[in-house]
């Protein structure tokens, strides 16, 4: 069985911060380093969009412009985990934040959601005012 399990939503106030964490698991995800991972997220009405993405052993990273300083995607490949370090948080963060992997073949990432093959089933982040 394929899992990749969301954890670390919550509600938080605006400039508030939360830490989300994806964690793999079942044969496929035996070897986590050979997988780019990225963090997407939907808010209601509106489509999924990427936030972050790094490479397989977390030397490359990039962010959507909307959360470039806000935010820091890291990994430990040990653990099996991503992350997703969120800061200074706006109600326009609000959404269900889902992480993916795909597995990558070179040290790149993948910034569409159609690169990815796995996703977690999402967790909910509501910032109020």
């Known amino acids: 069985q394929v899992r990749l399990v969301e954890s670390g939503g919550g509600l938080v106030q605006a400039g508030g911060s939360l830490t989300l964490s994806c964690a793999g698991s079942g044969s496929t995800f035996s070897d986590f380093s050979v997988y780019a991972m990225g963090w997407f997220r939907q808010a209601p009405g509106k489509e999924r969009e990427f936030v972050a993405a790094?490479?397989?052993?977390?030397?490359?990273?990039y962010y959507a412009d909307s959360v470039k300083g806000r935010c820091t995607i890291s990994r430990d490949n040990a653990k099996k985990t991503v992350y997703l370090q969120m800061s200074s948080l706006k109600p326009e963060d609000t959404a269900v934040y889902y992480c993916?992997?795909?597995?990558?073949?070179?040290?790149?990432?993948?910034?569409?959601?159609?690169?990815?093959?796995?996703w977690g089933q999402g967790t909910q982040v509501t910032v109020s005012s």
């Open positions: 790094v490479s397989r052993i977390g030397t490359n990273t």
């Open positions: 993916a992997a795909e597995r990558a073949y070179s040290n790149s990432y993948f910034t569409s959601s159609n690169a990815y093959t796995y």
